[in-house]
């Protein structure tokens, strides 16, 4: 079993950043791929990021290149989600989640991944 848990959301104005972790105190996340998907209100879930066990190879989906990056620190048992420039349609909850697979073409694929956190809410506001 791998528990994740996602913190480091919070209300945030537009323009502004956040960094969102995602640890697993026993230490078996380091040995996962690990994405990061979003699910705001009364949308489907989606693809933001991942990054491969080896914390080296990374995607992040096209729209989100230019202001969302991805990084591990296995000595923390963590992965990071960076979010910068947030805009308003960055609201959101985000979660962090360990995939079966540690291919980069498996990254995007949400069908791949069979360990989930509870989440963390971005609000992105005025």
């Known amino acids: 079993q791998v528990r994740l848990v996602e913190s480091g959301g919070g209300l945030v104005q537009p323009g502004g950043s956040l960094k969102l972790a995602c640890i697993n105190s026993?230490?078996?996340?380091?040995?996962?791929?690990v994405g990061w998907f979003r699910q705001a209100p009364g949308k489907e879930r989606e693809f933001v990021g991942g990054i491969l066990s080896n914390g080296i190879n990374t995607h992040v989906a096209d729209s989100l290149l230019d202001r969302f990056t991805v990084s591990r620190d296995k000595s923390e048992n963590a992965v990071y989600l960076q979010l910068n420039s947030l805009k308003l349609e960055d609201t959101a909850t985000y979660y962090c989640?360990?995939?079966?697979?540690?291919?980069?073409?498996?990254?995007?694929?949400?069908?791949?991944?069979?360990?989930w956190g509870q989440g963390t809410q971005v609000t992105v506001s005025s």
């Open positions: 989640a360990a995939a079966s697979r540690d291919w980069l073409v498996a990254l995007k694929q949400e069908r791949m991944y069979t360990h």
């Open positions: 026993e230490g078996t996340i380091n040995s996962f791929a």
